[in-house]
């Protein structure tokens, strides 16, 4: 194969899930060769990139080179690798053994996380397994010292000054003597490994340095110190990385310790470095677990970012990676955009990485046509048994469209199919499945319309397409939008073995101009590791005030750092011309948990710009506002230092002066019809050629579509440069029936907007309550107030929001204008509870009513006779807070500042002439109304861009078929419930199944449901006669918390990802009787309606339709504060056991889903301790699927503050189904300064003082089944 000139090789090498790409760069010549193996083929080769490189050298030096032999490197350069070894790993959860060691109180800190459920309508509550097999509690205490804090507590203990500047008090020190056997009981179980995270060891880490010194020294092979990894304020995202790590750094060393072993003399001549998540690369001695995750993906970025940025367009490129199984998505703007945390496999890392957004969505992604509309994904196919055409007995999946379609050409393909592995594509019988799916999609829409014409296979293929292309779509727009950039401003780089076949429809539909598709865009991860950079890394915290004094600290860090970084780079070989570094502070504003990474930006004098300066910039822009008059504090500084190779240079090349030679025509499918269309062969293409669409460029094993009304352009660099030339919707309105694919596409684009409302408020809030506890839900309503789309948020505000809308068209009638934006928080007038506010504006086109956009959020203040607006004992509506029944928050575009202002801070009098006070937090509360308000109005951009895109007609077409097809699910639904429950012996009343069903609140007013299904017509009549009056306190729930609760009970049944809106009601009549407790008059206090009567509500509905046992029933409400400050949280407990599962312990049940402040930041904000936060072990119901366990949480007090806990389940137990047992009630106590233990009942509000600890252990849940 030629002769070798005495040069070395290079390899870069991409080790993915299904295939390893090896790009590897020969002396004297100007091409790569590339090549593509499978990652696992035990039965040719032990290691896909040894095996790469082997055959590489084989070829170019022409010596025999034997598998079972060690490979020379007397002809290899450096090799670079990215690999998925972790993230599989992690994936299957085959890690390595490890321990968790905690401090003593927080031993599931872990498992409990942020208290979320991961999907909110699944009842199993399924979770990632614990990445530990054991826990070791260390009992160890440092405290934060904090301002005005009573002298006298523990005033005789060490103080010292933490790394990030605050002083910590030391309460108590490890001890050898309690660890050690500990360690040594783990080791004899041959556990090895250990994670370590303890309170507050970002800022104080000598006691985790302690324990890992002790362990290494008695024998354990690795240890993971949170501290060391990212040493950043928050417990739970350190200790879950600090776990990770643990868990894959020795499944990596061992990994990379084998490879190294099949060269000779272990490589060690040859420079070999790893990909990190942050796009940087490192040798083998530096790459651990947390940082690997992202390997291959990284490489991707890289690739795409360094070759086509600045060379091939001047836009922001939004990079689109489609692969089997997923779709990675990113940007690129002339740097990396890089976060410092994210969740892979259920797994929180916290350290640098680039922000790449995976979606379930790729070329194996499973096709179905389910409730009237086509679905794709999330499940996938897998490489075995794949997809149909795979020849392996596999289900439909989004490969077998390309192939009917002729997007994927057998004749370019390789034949590794069948028994013999020597085959093609089996398009036969590809099309004989689809066919099978046509006649089931026909007979379903000749059901809906007698005159709908059949859909052709093809046109069922292509439906497919449009609605994956629709599911790729969304993050690229979350990605972009969210953080205040226009999507059609960026041109799409498209790589990874499917994408280039999906290019120009999503850039059409993403309405962009532009597609770049690189000439290696099937190895491009490969290829981005040639590109990459050394980089080192490190950060320190540091907590102060922005300001001229911290600047000058945080500068001398920075200075010891450089030194550092710049020490780590030299001693891997480079020089100092060849190092440069970067410097950034982690930036917040007082009051707020969002930071930005703020980089030092040098003028052209080399002088740096200041950083609050760029974080004002960067917060507005991202955020859309400024906060005026409040202080910028700093977390932490971060140096990072860079390497600079220049190793991979992209070859121009030479103008072609020949025209380009289709190597012939084939017959594919485009939305017109089938249409002959000319292939080409990249590598007979040269620098300006220019291919009309419809045309196919085959480049390597990738299939580029030039579609319709597109041109594409060889660049200088050899790469594809596609125009789109138009984006015409071609969607017509038919009278009688929603046209099957559009359904799926325009149920995605009406719940992303309400996504994308939700995550503009989310970003522009500053509560803690919206922005990190996640207590709000937005949506999108028709012009007569029914839900169109609710973004998936908070449970108990599902649906509830349409009778706040109805209510606000009917009091305004015509009175209503463009620039009008309504708020409104009252129960009578729609409402749940007065801390939910919500903000309405209508939309208008051309001057008609069109839509109606929401957004309701909690506010932690609203006013009332307790600070947080929670009130145990409030018995008026006028007890708790400010009560809005309707008013123009903006009127024709100006915002009512003084009007709120005093609807708001209005004192109140109750018959017995008390001053009731209003909220103590205005300002709080206007910039969170401002928030709202900017998340409607975004809201509205997107829709008339919808408009735009598709015209009004369609549009609202579509808005009422969306409706129909949830109506559709909930009916079909309910028949098959209807036939499950009459198998099992319950009461049928004629036609109609009926099962009637009740529970008790603590004070004993009853829920009484008598439920009516209809299984011939799928309707369901709930009946809540015979329930309680209006009670003497304030558990009364308004009649949309009802119904919110109802709502999300169907949802929860019906198990498949449906849109939620009006629809989903529509086979349902719920009757409330006037005067329960239920619906109660317009003057009832209602707060504890919202947070505990809804969860009682649900247990009643799910335990009639036998759908599982009681959750724990109850929110827990708890609120502490003084006039200088307000905290609220709710806690988590017991989910209930079903039928086929275990209840799920310490988890945020049914109707609601908020997060739980850190321990580390709640004790840095507040003045409190945390002294225990875990499982109440055994408190789930006894059966053959056992209830989840409730939680323990106690909390000292460290000045007087007045506390109130608003709780249920404290008399009567969570029940038990099918003869499961019940779970364990609730119960709050407070232990007081001399120790005395008193019990609080479920409501109770007092006046703690310094020194007191507030103890509360939640319901667990009931179990299922006789044991």
Not at 454 to 471: L, R
Request: glycine content about 10%; hydrophobic content about 35%.
């Amino acid at each position: 194969m030629g002769s070798f000139s005495g040069e070395k090789l290079r390899f870069c090498i991409d080790r993915g899930g299904t295939f390893t790409d090896v790009y590897a760069e020969i002396p004297g010549q100007n091409e790569g060769r590339v090549m593509k193996l499978l990652s696992v083929d035990p039965s040719n080769y032990d290691d896909a990139p040894v095996e790469g490189i082997r055959r590489i050298l084989e070829e170019f030096t022409g010596d025999k080179i034997l598998r079972s032999g060690k490979i020379p490197t007397d002809k290899i350069e450096w090799i670079r690798m990215g690999t998925t070894v972790a993230t599989n790993a992690l994936l299957e959860r085959k890690g390595e053994r490890i321990v968790l060691c905690v401090t003593r109180g927080f031993r599931d800190l872990l498992q409990i996380g942020n208290q979320a459920r991961p999907n909110i309508f699944d009842l199993t509550v399924a979770k990632p397994s614990n990445l530990y097999e054991e826990v070791v509690e260390v009992d160890e205490r440092v405290e934060l010292v904090i301002d005005g804090e009573d002298g006298k507590l523990g005033s005789d203990l060490e103080v010292v000054k933490g790394v990030s500047g605050d002083f910590v008090r030391v309460v108590k020190k490890p001890s050898e003597d309690v660890i050690k056997p500990l360690l040594q009981g783990l080791l004899d179980k041959g556990i090895k490994c250990l994670a370590v995270v303890l309170m507050h060891s970002y800022t104080y880490p000598e006691h985790e340095m302690y324990v890992e010194k002790l362990a290494l020294s008695l024998g354990f092979k690795h240890v993971s110190l949170s501290s060391a990894l990212t040493p950043m304020v928050r417990a739970v995202p350190r200790g879950l990385t600090a776990s990770v790590d643990a868990y894959l750094t020795p499944v990596i060393k061992e990994y990379l310790s084998g490879f190294i072993s099949k060269f000779d003399e272990g490589l060690g001549k040859v420079n070999v470095l790893f990909m990190q998540s942050d796009g940087g690369l490192a040798p083998e001695s530096r790459f651990s677990g947390h940082k690997a995750v992202l390997s291959g993906p990284a490489g991707g970025v890289v690739g795409y970012s360094q070759t086509l940025f600045g060379l091939e367009t001047e836009k922001p490129l939004i990079g689109f990676d489609m692969g089997g199984t997923s779709t990675d998505v990113s940007r690129y703007a002339g740097s990396y955009e890089q976060v410092l945390e994210t969740q892979i496999a259920g797994a929180i890392i916290q350290a640098p990485q680039l922000d790449i957004t995976t979606v379930a969505a790729g070329g194996g992604s499973k096709l179905k046509f389910q409730f009237g509309a086509f679905r794709v994904g999330p499940e996938s196919v897998g490489a075995h048994p794949g997809p149909v055409c795979y020849r392996k007995g596999g289900e439909l999946a989004v490969t077998d469209a390309n192939v009917v379609l002729g997007y994927v050409i057998s004749d370019y393909f390789p034949a590794i199919f069948g028994p013999k592995e020597d085959q093609s594509l089996d398009i036969a019988s590809t099309r004989k499945e689809f066919e099978k799916l046509a006649l089931e999609i026909n007979s379903y829409r000749k059901g809906q319309d007698p005159l709908a014409k059949d859909m052709t296979v093809e046109e069922v293929a292509q439906g497919f397409i449009d609605v994956a292309n629709e599911t790729m779509c969304r993050p690229i727009r979350q990605l972009t939008e969210m953080k205040g950039h226009e999507t059609k401003n960026h041109a799409l780089a498209c790589f990874g073995g499917a994408g280039p076949q999906h290019a120009c429809a999503i850039a059409r539909s993403l309405g962009m101009k532009e597609v770049l598709v690189h000439r290696f865009c099937g190895i491009l991860s490969a290829y981005g590791m040639g590109l990459a950079d050394v980089i080192e890394e490190v950060q320190e915290p540091y907590s102060a005030v922005y300001g001229p004094e911290s600047v000058k600290e945080a500068s001398r860090r920075e200075e010891i750092l450089l030194k550092q970084v710049g020490q780590k780079l030299q001693e891997q070989g480079f020089k100092r011309e060849n190092i440069t570094t970067e410097t950034y502070l982690n930036l917040r504003y007082e009051g707020t948990d969002t930071a930005i990474m703020v980089k030092r930006q040098v003028k052209s004098d080399g002088s740096g710009d200041d950083y609050a300066v760029e974080f004002v910039k960067l917060f507005q822009q991202e955020y859309g506002f400024k906060l005026q008059n409040r202080n910028i504090l700093i977390s932490d500084v971060r140096v990072r230092g860079i390497g600079v190779t220049n190793i991979l240079k992209p070859q121009a090349l030479e103008p072609s002066s020949c025209s380009p030679k289709a190597e012939g025509p084939y017959k594919i499918y485009f939305s017109n019809g089938w249409q002959n269309t000319p292939l080409y062969k990249l590598e007979n293409l040269g620098y300006g050629h220019i291919i009309h669409g419809p045309a196919i460029i085959m480049n390597g094993n990738s299939t580029v579509v030039v579609e319709p009304n597109c041109k594409a352009t060889i660049t200088k660099y050899g790469n594809i440069k596609i125009e789109i030339l138009s984006s015409v919707s071609n969607v017509k309105v038919t009278e009688n029936v929603a046209d099957v694919v559009q359904l799926s596409i325009f149920n995605n684009r009406f719940m992303g907007i309400a996504e994308q409302m939700g995550r503009t408020l989310q970003r522009t809030s500053i509560s803690t309550n919206i922005k990190e506890r996640l207590d709000f839900s937005c949506a999108l309503f028709s012009p007569d107030g029914g839900l169109v789309a609710n973004a998936p948020h908070v449970p108990v505000h599902l649906g509830a929001m349409s009778s706040t809308v109805v209510w606000q068209l009917e009091y305004w009638g015509d009175n209503l204008s463009e620039g009008d934006v309504l708020v409104t928080n009252h129960p009578s007038a729609g409402g749940s509870h007065l801390p939910d506010i919500t903000v309405i504006t209508p939309v208008f086109s051309n001057g008609t009513l069109v839509f109606f956009v929401a957004s309701r959020g909690h506010h932690a203040e609203i006013g009332g006779i307790t600070p947080g607006s929670m009130p145990p004992f409030s018995k008026s509506i006028w007890e708790e807070g400010a009560a809005i029944k309707a008013f123009k928050l903006v009127e024709k575009g100006n915002f009512q500042e003084e009007g709120i202002t005093n609807l708001l801070s209005a004192v109140c009098s109750d018959d017995s002439d008390r001053n009731i006070p209003g909220t103590r937090r205005l300002q709080d509360n206007l910039s969170d109304l401002h928030a709202q308000v900017a998340a409607n109005q975004r809201g509205i951009s997107l829709i008339k861009e919808l408009i735009e895109q598709y015209g009004l007609d369609v549009v609202q077409a579509y808005m009422t078929y969306v409706q129909a097809n949830a109506e559709h699910a909930v009916r079909e639904m309910l028949k098959s419930v209807a036939a499950k429950v009459s198998q099992e012996s319950q009461v049928s009343d004629g036609d109609c199944l009926t099962i009637e069903e009740e529970d008790y609140m603590d004070d004993g007013s009853v829920i009484h449901l008598k439920l009516s299904i209809d299984p011939r017509k799928g309707e369901a009549y709930f009946d809540f006669s015979g329930t309680s009056p209006e009670v003497y306190g304030n558990w009364n729930a308004p009649k949309a918390v009802t119904s919110a609760a109802v709502i999300y009970c169907l949802r929860c049944l019906v198990d498949v990802d449906i849109p939620l809106n009006q629809g989903c009601l529509a086979p349902v009549k719920i009757n409330i009787p006037e005067g329960s407790f239920l619906s109660p008059s317009d003057k009832a206090a209602v707060v504890g309606g919202n947070v505990l009567t809804s969860q009682r509500v649900t247990d009643v509905v799910l335990t009639a339709f036998q759908a599982c046992a009681c959750s724990q029933g109850c929110m827990n409400n708890l609120t502490f504060g003084d006039d200088t400050f307000g905290y609220y949280e709710t806690i988590g407990g017991g989910s209930g056991a079903g039928p086929s599962w275990d209840g799920t312990s310490g988890v945020q049940c049914h109707m609601t889903n908020t997060r739980m402040t850190d321990p580390e930041i709640f004790e840095q904000r507040y003045p409190v301790l945390l002294h225990r936060f875990g499982l109440r072990e055994n408190s789930g119901g006894a059966g053959i699927h056992k209830g989840g366990d409730g939680l323990i949480r106690e909390i000292e007090f460290r000045r007087p503050v007045v506390v109130s806990i608003l709780s249920e389940r404290r008399v009567h137990a969570p029940r038990g189904l099918k003869g499961g047992k019940d779970g364990v009630r609730g119960v709050n106590y407070l232990i007081t300064k001399d120790k005395r233990r008193v019990y609080l009942g479920g409501k109770n509000s007092i006046k703690v003082e310094a020194g007191e600890i507030l103890q509360i252990l939640t319901p667990g849940g009931g179990g299922w089944g006789y044991v």
